[in-house]
């Protein structure tokens, strides 16, 4: 407005809009963070699963349930032991308890969350999340929560791991590792090696690179 670039009325209404928003900001925040934990609660509420109502075996707990979560339940479901997933994506929440999935809408990375999914009673806790930062916040939270709790953890790489591990995750495993271990498995299957030989050269090299994982840690 001092130099003539825009006129007065407009520079004024900037001004304005402006101001108002530096005001309003907070208070949507802090509504928005409201509307969140009334969801969250509205979410625990409507649960109703057979993996929730079973009281007599404690379920395996899974904090994020994309595409690996989903997977690992699949198995869990197929070998007869009970999960609850915690899901931050409402979409995917929506989506799978209409299919019956046992699903809570939630951050697992809140300690009212791991209480409210009875984390002290839970078999295991599996953090599937590809957000790195939330399932480090996740693993802190659940090991401060239940120091006792066996807690497995997908990392990025291994120095994710590492960090994983470092916050509390009895096991985490690399993604880069897994994909490498799994082209080497189709690889040497491919290429006529025995199916027994493949699988046990695949478990020991696997073993290797988490004692690697596991060393680096303590080193560090």
Excluded: C, W
């Amino acid at each position: 407005m001092q130099v003539g670039a825009i006129e007065r009325g407009v520079g004024e209404f900037v001004l304005l809009v402006t101001g108002a928003s530096m005001v309003l900001a907070p208070l949507v925040t802090r509504l928005a963070e409201a509307m969140g934990r009334r969801l969250e609660r509205r979410g625990a509420a409507e649960l109703e699963s057979p993996a929730s109502s079973d009281e007599t075996t404690p379920p395996v707990l899974i904090a994020g349930f994309g595409r690996v979560g989903q997977m690992l339940s699949q198995l869990l479901e197929a070998h007869g032991f009970p999960f609850l997933a915690v899901e931050r994506d409402f979409d995917i929440v929506r989506s799978k308890r209409v299919e019956g999935a046992p699903v809570l809408y939630g951050d697992a990375g809140r300690p009212e969350t791991l209480r409210r999914l009875k984390i002290g009673a839970a078999a295991a806790l599996v953090v599937t999340t590809d957000d790195g930062l939330a399932a480090e916040h996740i693993v802190a939270a659940a090991r401060s929560e239940a120091p006792e709790l066996s807690i497995l953890a997908r990392a990025r790489d291994a120095r994710h791991a590492r960090d994983l591990i470092d916050r509390g995750a009895d096991e985490a495993v690399p993604e880069a590792i897994e994909a490498s271990l799994q082209l080497a498995e189709v690889l040497l299957t491919g290429i006529g090696l025995p199916e027994e030989a493949v699988v046990q050269s695949i478990e020991e090299r696997r073993g290797i690179e988490l004692a690697g994982v596991r060393r680096n840690e303590a080193a560090n």
